[in-house]
């Protein structure tokens, strides 16, 4: 990272869930955020995950990073998170307007929950700290913030897709939601797609005006900064782990229970925006359709269950259940299953183990913001004798991973053609397709992703200078 005058101040990191060190489920992006705190003195801040009489914050310093944490009343949470957030945006952004459950209560809830973290940060903020807000559940934080007065430079950055402004604009009070984005110094998308959408949203919907050098600006006359910063994944340090898992016990003995079958594999929350049924349903045309394959394959989809208070995710449970059942009910033998479902989660080195083990990585979310999986998969492969991503083209890791065969998730007959075509194909094209993809991998990796970012918004601030807040 390249340190200026301009970086004076501590780094603010503001999402809904706080990844602390002592907890298990950290990701390669919590660990980079970390890092990237830890390297400049920072604070994060957000939901503790705990539900409780009242909005009690935590504070703690670890690792050279100071957490604050609040609880939510489960109103809040109930309309904030698995309300407005993941009944509303959730689906809205991923595609699926018929699932969207848009209630007035829960978009309530959701400004309220905002309206409080603005105020426990700012009573935080310094007057030079830079601020990273991250994702859906905190779309007017930003807005909320220049209300109070807070004139620091603050980014955000969505995870999930931006859809398309027709889509946009079914959401109930969409003007004030997205427009809510203008608070921010900074807009950070996965995708070319997602910026498009967010500027035909501001020009068409808003009547903003797009200004040169990538700035837009909104009727009120506010200009911000939006750009296309594709995350990446630690390259180098997955690979290693990957490398390091086949000494693994649990590696060794699933290795010995394929009995020298291909390995496809699926790693995904059970989510709908995943594909899942789809990718079942391809599945078992690749059986139907080329019989010689049966009992020389085997399809592990690893699934932890995610958001088990939403009814769609337990509808989309039972489904899933019943498909790899009546699959392995039709095709199964008494020494073959043809799927391995497993609705657990695992240790990152366990997972690498079983990427680099599995002949074919099959990713197809009907919607993805980037997808990790796929580029986790892609960097788990041994480059002696590397396995086919096989991606849906709605993934936006799509976009830089022209090396995997991409496929239109909902035509299942093209996934299983994909799939037939991946087992079947020959060790030096494996190699060039790994090879085109690993360089991508290798040259913008989470790191990369993290700079570009934080270098983007710390050259914001002068544009913001003579502008009001609120
Ligand atoms: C959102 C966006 C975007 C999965 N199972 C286990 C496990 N995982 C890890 C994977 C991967 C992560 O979870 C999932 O990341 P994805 O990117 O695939 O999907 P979302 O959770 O939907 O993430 C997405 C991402 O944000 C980042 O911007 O790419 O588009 O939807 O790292 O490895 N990890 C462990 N055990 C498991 O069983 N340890």
Not at 218 to 247: H, S
Not at 369 to 384: F, H, I, S, T, W
Not at 402 to 431: C, F, H, I, K, S
């Amino acid at each position: 990272m390249s340190a200026g005058p301009s970086r004076a101040g501590r780094l603010v990191v503001v999402s809904n869930r706080v990844a602390t060190p002592r907890q298990i489920a950290t990701g390669g992006l919590a660990s980079a955020m970390r890092a990237a705190l830890s390297e400049r003195g920072g604070l994060w801040f957000g939901w503790s995950g705990k539900i409780a009489e009242k909005a009690e914050l935590h504070h703690r310093h670890e690792g050279g990073i100071d957490y604050a944490t609040l609880d939510l009343t489960r109103a809040d949470h109930d309309d904030y998170y698995a309300g407005f957030a993941n009944r509303a945006l959730w689906p809205l952004f991923h595609y699926r307007p018929d699932l969207v459950d848009y209630r007035r209560s829960h978009l309530e809830g959701y400004l309220r929950v905002n309206r409080l973290f603005a105020e426990r940060l700012a009573a935080m903020l310094r007057p030079d700290d830079t601020v990273w807000v991250h994702d859906y559940h905190l779309i007017p934080l930003a807005a909320m913030l220049r209300g109070l007065g807070v004139r620091n430079r603050i980014g955000f950055f969505l995870h999930i897709p931006l859809p398309a402004a027709e889509l946009l604009i079914t959401l109930p009070r969409h003007r004030e939601l997205i427009g809510a984005l203008a608070a921010y110094d900074l807009v950070g998308l996965h995708t070319a797609r997602d910026l498009r959408a967010l500027e035909t949203y501001f020009l068409h919907e808003l009547g903003g005006a797009l200004r040169p050098g990538g700035l837009l600006r909104a009727p009120d006359g506010r200009t911000f900064r939006a750009g296309v910063f594709p995350i990446g994944i630690d390259t180098a340090a997955v690979a290693q782990a990957a490398r390091e898992a086949a000494a693994l016990p649990e590696i060794q003995q699933f290795k010995d229970s394929l009995q020298g079958r291909a390995l496809i594999i699926g790693v995904d929350r059970l989510d709908y925006s995943k594909g899942l049924p789809q990718r079942f349903e391809a599945y078992a045309q690749l059986l139907e359709r080329e019989p010689a394959l049966q009992r020389q394959v085997s399809f592990l989809q690893i699934a932890p269950p995610s958001r088990g208070a939403v009814p769609e995710y337990r509808r989309l449970r039972h489904e899933l259940e019943r498909s790899a059942g009546h699959i392995n009910g039709k095709y199964a033998t008494p020494d073959w299953a043809p799927i391995r479902y497993v609705n657990q989660s695992f240790p990152h080195a366990v997972l690498s183990g079983y990427y680099r083990t599995a002949r074919v990585g099959l990713v197809t979310p009907l919607r993805d913001g980037m997808n990790l999986v796929a580029k986790e998969y892609v960097a788990c492969q041994d480059p002696r004798d590397p396995g086919v991503l096989v991606l849906s083209r709605f993934a936006g890791a799509a976009q830089e991973l022209d090396g995997a065969l991409l496929v239109n998730p909902a035509d299942t007959t093209e996934v299983a053609e994909a799939l037939a075509r991946a087992l079947a194909m020959p060790l030096q094209e494996r190699r060039k397709r790994w090879r085109a993809m690993m360089d991508v991998l290798e040259r913008h990796d989470l790191g990369s992703w993290l700079d570009a970012f934080l270098d983007a918004l710390y050259a914001t601030h002068p544009a913001r200078a003579g502008q009001r807040g609120g």
